[in-house]
C-alpha cells in the first residue's frame, strides 16, 4: 500500500541551527501538506503546497519556515534557526484532490536543545 | 470560540460497550469531515469520512453528521482494547481550497478489558 515516508525519524539540534525534514508523498498525490504537533496539544496546520507553491501557510509558518520541493518526489520543510519552541513532533501529509483525505506520514521528532 | 472542539476525555468504557465521540465545528463552510485515530507517539490514521448529513457506517464504526447543528460524531460498537487511542474530529477548511483539515484536540478513549 502506498504511503508518505518521512525522514529523519527523530532530529536533536542547537538552538539556532538550520533543520530539514524530508518528506515522500504518494507518488500520484497533487497536494503536500506539513503539520506540527507539540507533545500533549492539538495537531495543528502549518502549510500547504499545490503546483509548486504554497497555497496556504497558517500564522505560525513565519520567515524561518520554507517549504521546497526539488524534484518529482520529494517535499521538505526547512526551519532557517531553530527555537526551543520548535520542538515538536512533525508530520507530512498528502493528497490526491476533491475532497479526499490526507494520508500521514509516521512524523518526524525534532528537539531543539 | 475554538474551531473544532472535542471533549479531551478521557472517555472509559468496558469492552464491548459502544464509545460515543462529540465534535463541534466553527466554520458552516465546512463540507467535509473526517475522524483519524491517533496511538501515542505515532501519526493520525484515517477511520472515517463524511460528506452529506445522516449516518455512515463502516464495520464498527458509524459517523453521524448534522450541519445544521454543526456537530460530527464518531460511534464505535463493540468497543476493544485495540481502539483505546485519541480520536482526532477533522473537518475541512470551508474557506479555504487548499484540502487543509483543521484538527480538534482529540478525545482520548480508554477501553478496558
Known amino acids: 500500500e502506498p504511503e508518505v515516508t518521512q525522514t529523519p525519524s527523530h532530529q536533536v539540534t542547537q538552538m539556532g541551527q538550520e533543520v530539514i525534514l524530508r518528506c515522500v508523498p504518494i507518488?500520484?498525490?497533487?497536494?503536500f501538506y506539513w503539520y506540527r504537533q507539540i507533545l500533549g496539544q492539538k495537531v495543528e496546520f502549518l502549510v500547504s503546497?499545490?503546483?509548486?507553491?504554497?497555497?496556504?501557510k497558517s500564522e505560525i509558518f513565519d520567515d524561518q519556515f520554507s517549504v521546497e520541493r526539488p524534484d518529482g518526489s520529494n517535499f521538505t520543510l526547512k526551519i532557517r534557526s531553530t527555537k526551543l519552541e520548535d520542538s515538536a513532533m512533525y508530520f507530512c501529509?498528502?493528497?490526491?484532490?476533491?475532497?479526499?483525505?490526507?494520508?500521514f506520514g509516521e512524523g518526524s521528532r525534532l528537539t531543539v536543545l | 470560540q475554538k474551531e473544532v472542539e472535542q471533549n479531551s476525555g478521557p472517555l472509559s468504557v468496558p469492552e464491548g460497550a459502544i464509545a460515543s465521540l462529540n465534535c463541534t465545528y466553527s466554520d458552516r463552510g465546512s463540507q467535509s469531515f473526517f475522524w483519524y485515530r491517533q496511538y501515542s507517539g505515532k501519526s493520525p490514521e484515517l477511520i472515517m469520512s463524511?460528506?452529506?448529513?445522516g449516518d455512515k457506517e463502516d464495520g464498527r464504526f458509524t459517523a453521524q453528521l448534522n450541519k445544521a447543528s454543526q456537530y460530527v460524531s464518531l460511534l464505535i460498537r463493540d468497543s476493544q482494547p485495540s481502539d483505546s487511542a485519541t480520536y482526532l474530529c477533522?473537518?475541512?477548511?470551508?474557506?479555504?481550497?487548499?484540502?487543509?483539515?483543521?484538527f480538534g484536540q482529540g478525545t482520548t478513549l480508554q477501553v478496558k478489558p
Open positions: 463524511i460528506y452529506s448529513n
Open positions: 503546497f499545490y503546483n509548486n507553491e504554497i497555497s496556504e
Open positions: 507518488s500520484n498525490h497533487l497536494y
Open positions: 477533522a473537518p475541512k477548511g470551508g474557506s479555504s481550497n487548499t484540502g487543509k483539515l483543521i
Open positions: 501529509a498528502s493528497r490526491s484532490g476533491g475532497d479526499r483525505e490526507l494520508f
